[in-house]
């Protein structure tokens, strides 16, 4: 298995630019969800997804959509970037109904994106 | 709302000595709770976990963790701390009433000296 694989490694942007980062796992689970790192701020939500068509606001959604057309992607889209944006992106994935299974979080590499 | 708190930015310790990681929740209900460990320049990867049975949880790489339910707490441990332990470490809490939803404290570094 591959695991969580994100794309890209890290992208550089002008203000008012868009673009999506792309998130892939391939161990059928349920969950996956976007998280932001930020020195000293630990792991913030931005958008989660409990399943194909429904997804849901985390902590700082404002300034980022997603779509959760397939079990296997949860592309985050930036709508126009900005400086406060700057980030290290996570892409996390794992079942819903833990039990057996676990409810342990998968991530992947992330995403370093600078915003100018 | 729930919350997870890391008292410490960063913990030193020589190479060989015990390593503790402090982290305390707020949440209602039974908590899920997580330690993670990130690498430089990688992505989180998963230590331990307590969701029900013995308080004494152990995990990979020797860690382990201390739930104490009267304390709120869950403190991770290591017997004997190595260089390549130098990482940061984060505790999370589970939303069971959101999906998967995790909240994650804001991470210790620590830093194992030889």
């Known amino acids: 298995n591959a695991g969580v694989t994100q794309t890209p490694k890290f992208q550089v942007l002008k203000t008012g630019q868009s673009m999506t980062l792309q998130c892939a796992q391939d161990m059928n689970h349920e969950y996956m969800s976007w998280y932001r790192q930020d020195p000293g701020m630990g792991l913030r939500l931005i958008h989660y997804s409990v399943g194909a068509g429904i997804t849901d606001q985390g902590e700082v959604p404002n300034g980022y959509n997603v779509s959760r057309s397939t079990t296997e992607d949860f592309p985050l889209r930036l709508l126009s970037a900005a400086p406060s944006q700057t980030s290290v992106y996570f892409c996390a994935s794992s079942y819903v109904t833990g039990g057996i299974r676990g409810y342990e979080q998968y991530f992947g590499p992330g995403t370093r994106l600078t915003v100018t | 709302a729930q919350s997870v708190a890391q008292p410490e930015d960063q913990v030193n310790v020589a190479e060989g000595n015990p390593l503790t990681v402090k982290c305390t929740y707020s949440?209602?209900?039974?908590?899920?709770l997580f330690w993670y460990v990130q690498y430089p320049n990688r992505g989180l990867q998963f230590l331990l976990k307590?969701?029900?049975?013995?308080?004494l949880v152990k995990g990979s790489y020797g860690f382990e963790a201390e739930f104490n339910k009267s304390q709120t707490s869950f403190h991770l441990k290591k017997p004997s701390a190595l260089v390549s332990d130098s990482a940061l470490y984060f505790c999370a809490v589970r939303d069971r009433a959101a999906g998967n939803k995790l909240t994650f404290g804001g991470g210790t570094r620590v830093l194992v000296k030889p």
């Open positions: 949440v209602s209900g039974n908590p899920y």
């Open positions: 307590y969701i029900t049975g013995d308080n």
